[in-house]
Structures are given as C-alpha cells and as structure tokens.
C-alpha cells in the first residue's frame, strides 16, 4: 500500500460570500461542491477545484462565522500551495494579485520551482508554485484567468512541529513517504524537509518545517483543518485503517462522504490526516456543466434539506 499524492485540503473560512469570490474571481478556480459540513449541518462546505473536480485540486472550506483567528505557530497546516504551469504563469499572477490590491512575497526558488507567497482576506496562507507543465487539473473555460495561468491542483502542504520525530518515522514508515531533501525557506531561512509520495514532484510532496522557539498553534479562521491524501487504488482504503491502528495511530473506521471514502488520524505534533478515495467524485449527484449551482446533499441528509437550507444564510447576503 502507498499514498497517491494529494487529495484535498480542508480550511476555515469566517466568510463564506467573500470566500466564495476570491476563490471563484480571483484564483478564477470553479466552485464544484456547494454543501454542507456532514458533522455540522449549519455550516457550508464549499470545495474549489478544477473543471471536474478532479482529486488533488480541491481546496475546500468549513464555513463557521463566529471562529476565531487562526493563532499560527507548531502543530498546524501553516500554508498551502497550489500548482500553476510555468514561469510565465508567476509574472501573470504577481500584476493579477497585485492588482486586486494584495501583498505577494517573490517570485522566490522553493525547492528548485518559482513560487509566490501571498494571503487571502482572512490570512489564509497561500502559495503558487510552478510545476513545470506536470500533468493534471483541467482548465475551465469560465473561469476569468486564462486556460494556460489557471490554478491546476493542489502542489503541496506546510506543516509547521516542534520537532522533526517521530513525525518523520510515522510519515516514511507508516505512510510509505520518502525524505527528498531540504531547502531554506523565507526570509527566516527556515530549513524545511520535503518529504514524497510516488514519485515526487507536483501534487506529492509535504513539506516539514521544525519550529520549537513557537507556541502552540490553533487553528481558526485563515487556518487549515486537515489534509487528505489519496489512495493508489479505492480497494485497498479499508487497509489503511488496520494498517495505521496496528502502528498506534487512532485511525477512525470507514466514514461514507458520499463524493469519496475517509479515514482520519492525528499525527505526532496533534495535525489532522485523512486518507480519502477518488470514487465516486462530484459528479455523482449533479450534472458536470452545474457543479456547484445548488446545496448539494448526500442521500441521508436528504430528507432534512427543508430544515439545513433554512438555517443556512445565502451566500449572496451572509456575513461574518
């Protein structure tokens, strides 16, 4: 058994409406899921990702308006990377974000790719790497960024611990991953471990940077909640939660999203894994030229929709 790369990655948003636009106009990625979080009804669950909502290029987002800010520091997913084409693509997001009045960081060398760093409205931490023409994310053709600069997918996480082990051990040993290298990052010159899933490269890697000097952090609006990973085949996902229960990891059982399967696990330094199937995706209960037009909900939400959909405010008029 081995982890397939990225599958998503789930942040907190304070602000669905303003979430909802800088993702969809800004980042021009389409909104392809427009649901609920299934553990808390009274919450959107957005998810942004590529024409057809392929896994890997997922960003998604727990809407929860009265969470308070992300406190960054060890033990949190501290920043995410989304992967675009070319070098090209740098020069054409460094004048589009500049534009729309945000701060960019770059274009710096990060591990031997072109990146840019930057924050949404909320602090949430963001960067573009360029993946070198990598395969995968297809571009869609109403999104206001040209097929050629879209954001095609997830590229990678930063994850900031205290201490290098026994993450390390449970990544390479438990999770199959392999220790690629290092480089410095920021201005800081932080070293950072780069750690890989199949082959390496865009959408499989995730990147570890040891910060004992910090506090604590917690996670809140402008924060991440968890990471996904994919599975190389959907048969083998029962697997992995005897697979990590026998190595001490508190795997939950088979959790049933209705778009993909999960697992999810704590890991050394308290960062919240999921493993995830690809199957059976978006599409399953909405037509591909609609994703995202309607609240979708799965089957057994179904029956309650009068009641979800009355409690949630429309994502034209809420506010934080």
């Not at 999104?143 to 095609?152: D, F, R, T, Y």
């Not at 611990?161 to 991953?177: F, H, K, N, R, Y």
């Not at 037509?287 to 029956?303: H, K, M, T, V």
């Amino acid at each position: 058994m081995r982890l397939a790369g990225l599958h998503h990655l789930t942040a907190i948003t304070a602000d669905a409406p303003e979430n909802v636009r800088f993702y969809t106009e800004t980042l021009g990625m389409r909104l392809v899921k427009k649901s609920v979080n299934q553990d808390d009804v009274s919450a959107y669950h957005l998810f942004y990702a590529d024409k057809v909502g392929s896994a890997g290029t997922d960003v998604t987002f727990f809407d929860w308006p009265h969470a308070g800010p992300t406190r960054f520091g060890h033990g949190l997913i501290s920043s995410t990377a989304l992967r675009i084409n070319s070098d090209e693509s740098i020069a054409y997001w460094r004048t589009r974000l500049a534009d729309e009045g945000i701060e960019v960081t770059g274009p710096f060398d990060r591990f031997g790719s072109q990146a840019l760093a930057f924050t949404d409205k909320e602090g949430q931490r963001l960067e573009l790497v360029v993946d070198h023409g990598a395969e995968g994310g297809e571009p869609w053709e109403r999104s206001p960024v040209p097929a050629e600069h879209q954001i095609k997918g997830l590229h990678s996480v930063r994850l900031t611990v205290a201490e290098q082990e026994p993450l390390g051990s449970v990544l390479t040993g438990i999770l199959g991953m392999t220790e690629a290298g290092s480089y410095e990052y920021g201005p800081e010159k932080i070293n950072t471990l780069v750690y890989s899933m199949i082959d390496g490269g865009a959408g499989n890697e995730v990147h570890i940077e040891v910060r004992p000097e910090l506090d604590r952090g917690r996670p809140g609006r402008g924060g991440v909640h968890h990471v996904a990973f994919r599975v190389e085949r959907d048969d083998e996902h029962p697997n992995w939660t005897q697979h990590t229960r026998q190595y001490g990891l508190h795997s939950t059982d088979v959790i049933d999203r209705f778009y993909f399967r999960s697992i999810y696990f704590q890991v050394p330094g308290g960062i919240l894994f999921e493993i995830a199937t690809d199957e059976p995706g978006f599409a399953t209960d909405e037509p591909l030229e609609a994703l995202g037009e309607r609240l979708a909900l799965p089957p057994f939400l179904e029956p309650r929709r009068a009641e979800i959909e009355a409690n949630l405010k429309p994502l034209d008029t809420a506010r934080a």
